[in-house]
C-alpha cells in the first residue's frame, strides 16, 4: 500500500492528507505522473477530517460504499489512512480499522482480514443458545431462562424449551472473520427470534496489570433489537430494529478480578439475528491484555 514517506514531510502528521500527496502512479522509465485520486476518495477524506461524531462514521461508510464504483486500491488506502491517523478519535480509527479489515477479506487476504480483527478486540469466541419466540417482537421485554440464570454456571446439558424445540448452551464454530457472530446460522428457525451469545473475559495472566478492577468499553452493533448484560446486570439496549452495523453503540463497563461474564441478547424479525461485540479502553482504542473464553 502507499504511506506516506519522508519525501512529503511537511504532510507525515497527517496520514489523511499524506494518502493525497503521496499516491503516485509511475510507469517503469517513466517520470513521475501527477497525483491519480478519485474525485469521491479526496471529498470523503476531506468530509471525515471535517466531520464530528456520526458525521464521521456516515463519511466513511460512503467511502466504503464507494468500493464497486471506484478503484478499490484507494479505498483501502484510504480507510488506512485513517485507521492511522493519530489526530483523529480511537473509535472512529477502529471502525475504519475494521472497514479496512473487510477489504482485505475481499481481496482474498483472509489472514490478515481476521488477524485485524483479533487486534481490534472483536469477540470472536462464544457460547450460544436459541432460538426463542419473538413473534410480533415481544421477545426482548420477555426474561427467557437463560436470561434468569445469569448468575449462575453455564451447564452445556441444561435444556431450555425453545420456539419449536428444547435448546442448549452451545460453542460457536471459531468462524468469526469480520468480528460479527451470525446467530442466524446457529439457530433454526432464523427469523422472528431471540437468541443468547455468552463469553468470559478477565486479565490476561502475566500482563502485569494490578488485581484491582479495570474499565472497559463495549462495543456493539446487532441485526435486530439487543440487551447486554455485564455479569448479572443489563446494561446497554437497544429496541430499535437494525441491520448490523459495528461500534453502533458503547457502554463502559468494570473489569473486575477473575472472570466476568458479558451475554448478549439479540432479537431479530425477518432478518437473522447477527451481533458484533469489541473490548476497548475506556477511550475506544483496542483493549490489550485481555482473554476470551
Known sequence: MARATRSCPVLRRHAACALLACLVLVAP??????????PLVARQLAAIRAARGPEAYAALRELWQAWEEIDPVQVEEALTAVAEDGALGAPLRAYAGALRAHARWRRGDRQGA??????LGFVTEWLVVGPFDNEGKGGLGQAFVPE??????VLLERAYQGKQRPVRWRPSP????????DLGALVRPRTKVCAYAATFLRQAAGTGRAAAPRQLSLWVGATGAFRLFWNEQAVLEDKSYRDLD???FAVAVPLEPGHNRLTVKVCADDSPPAVAVRVAEPDGSPATGIEAS
Not at 481476521?114 to 487486534?119: N, S
Open 148 to 153: 434468569q440464570e445469569l448468575g449462575e454456571p
Open 174 to 181: 471459531p468462524v468469526h472473520p469480520h468480528g460479527w457472530l
Open 246 to 248: 459495528v461500534d453502533r
Open 29 to 38: 522509465g517513466a517520470p513521475a505522473a501527477a497525483p491519480s485520486v478519485q
Open 114 to 119: 481476521e488477524l485485524a480483527i483479533r487486534r
